[in-house]
């Protein structure tokens, strides 16, 4: 189980509020000396990624994981640790309230929307920020705890800097557009687990899913709460500049993961790619317990072989992704066939004289990656593919097709169906 604050760690608490509150904007000034970078690569992808094992803090897989991005909502787990670190040092109360001033008032969507002069508790204070990502009620908390939302974010980022947060600053309490507020996923992958290590009785609030506000019901946004068996937190977050944000976590067979995703095109694209980071991450996990010596990367279904990979939305209707398709940006003549052996050839016909229609699992830049998920499909559907043949199929441009071949119409399509009733990517292809 997670250690305890320390004796040290309070007094260190104390002494960054007060610096905070005394010097103002100057913390944040400080602190951004020893960052090193501030700017983002304008050329560089929006996505990073990362996971880690919230147990041992190991890291499991990362992607970009130390390039500045744009935390966007993600902030507001910093404000939420900061408030629960008031919490269990009394120096707050759930019951105490939290005055909506007119600059939290004035704050931009998403947010409550209460009228300056109003208030609200501390339990449906965090619960906003939690569930509806409240900006208004963001900067109400900073006021409250910080005197101002710049007193508050230079703690933020002092705070930060405490956890290991090294390539973090924060200058705003609700992740709002603002270039100065850069954060990595291998940082707010540590404040996560900071969060749940040193605040188990409030980590609940993470897994809420709508909470009643004065007759009305308030629903969140972060859908893998009620889609993926075990996901119970943390937070989405979104801008323009940032991308489709989430930092998430999950428990399965008493081991708990920690995942972030940064910069994802689109609400279903950012929870496709945890849900795949997390059940990937377990799978290694439990391969791993079995003497197997074997990595995510090595397993995950790779969404971007040279460009981004475009999955319909579940949540729109697309279940079938009939519309599966993947963008090779720097190969744009149409890519063909790679030769085949006579011996291959053979197999094929084979295959065709069984049931000539085929289903696609996914494309990869590399032939391990594409059979590793034939496996991985084997060995979650194979009552649907048990009597298929496994088969990569290599095209111009470096991409490998993996494939279960030799199936009837009917069992394509009852393949496709099951298989991305899981959110995992499939394409019913017809005979050639």
């Known amino acids: ?27 944040p000034t400080l602190a951004a000396a020893q960052i090193p ?8 992808p929006k996505y990073a990624a990362i996971v880690i094992d919230a147990n041992s803090g190991e890291m499991l897989y990362d992607k970009r994981a130390d390039s500045p991005r744009y935390p966007a909502s993600v902030t507001k787990v910093m404000t939420l640790y900061l408030t629960f670190e008031a919490l269990s040092e009394g120096r707050m109360k759930l019951t105490d309230r939290v005055p909506i001033t007119p600059r939290a008032a004035a704050q931009p969507p998403t947010k409550l929307g209460l009228p300056s002069g109003d208030s609200v508790s501390v339990d449906e204070a965090i619960r906003a920020m ?16 910080g005197g101002s939302e710049s007193r508050f974010a230079a703690l933020m980022t002092l705070r930060g800097q405490e956890l290991g947060m090294r390539n973090s600053r924060f200058v705003n309490a609700s992740g709002l557009p603002d270039s100065r507020q850069i ?8 404040l996560s687990r900071a969060t749940m290590r040193d605040f188990p009785q409030y980590y609940s609030y993470f897994s809420i899913k709508g909470f ?27 801008t323009n500049a940032s991308g489709y944000n989430l930092a998430g976590s999950a428990v399965r067979d008493g081991r708990r993961l920690i ?5 994802g095109s689109s609400t279903a694209w950012r929870d496709n790619n945890m849900e795949d980071l997390l059940t990937t991450g377990f799978d290694v996990l439990k391969r791993r ?12 279904y790779e969404d971007d072989p040279r460009g981004p990979i475009m999955r319909p939305s579940t949540e729109e209707g697309d279940g079938d992704q009939a519309g599966l398709k993947i963008v090779l940006t720097d190969n744009p003549k149409p890519p063909g066939a790679m030769k085949v052996s006579p011996t291959l050839k ?9 049931g000539g229609w085929a289903v696609q699992v996914g494309a990869f830049k590399s032939k391990s990656l594409a059979n590793e998920q034939l496996m991985l499909v084997r060995t979650r559907f194979a009552k649907f593919v048990a009597d298929a043949e496994s088969a990569v199929e290599g095209v111009r441009g470096g991409t490998f097709r993996a494939q279960f071949q030799g199936l009837s119409a009917e069992a394509a399509r009852s393949t496709c169906k099951a298989i991305t009733a899981k959110r995992q990517p499939c394409m019913v292809l017809p005979p050639a």
């Open 37 to 44: 970078y501030l700017q983002m690569n304008s050329a560089e």
């Open 183 to 190: 954060s990595t996923a291998r940082d707010l992958a540590i």
């Open 130 to 145: 939690t569930v509806k990502s409240a900006n208004d009620i963001a900067v109400a908390m900073a006021e409250k705890l």
């Open 212 to 238: 009643e506000f004065r007759g009305r019901y308030i629903a969140g946004h972060n859908r893998l709460l009620t889609n993926m068996p075990g996901f119970d937190g943390l937070k989405t977050g979104y």
């Open 1 to 27: 189980m997670f250690a305890k604050l320390t004796s040290v760690r309070s007094a260190l608490t104390a002494l960054g509020l007060v610096g905070a509150v005394l010097c103002g904007l100057a913390a």
């Open 259 to 263: 995942a972030v995703v940064l910069g």
């Open 346 to 354: 053979a197999a094929q016909a084979s295959k065709k004289a069984k």
């Open 289 to 300: 317990s079995h003497g197997e010596r074997t990595t995510i990367a090595a397993n995950l």
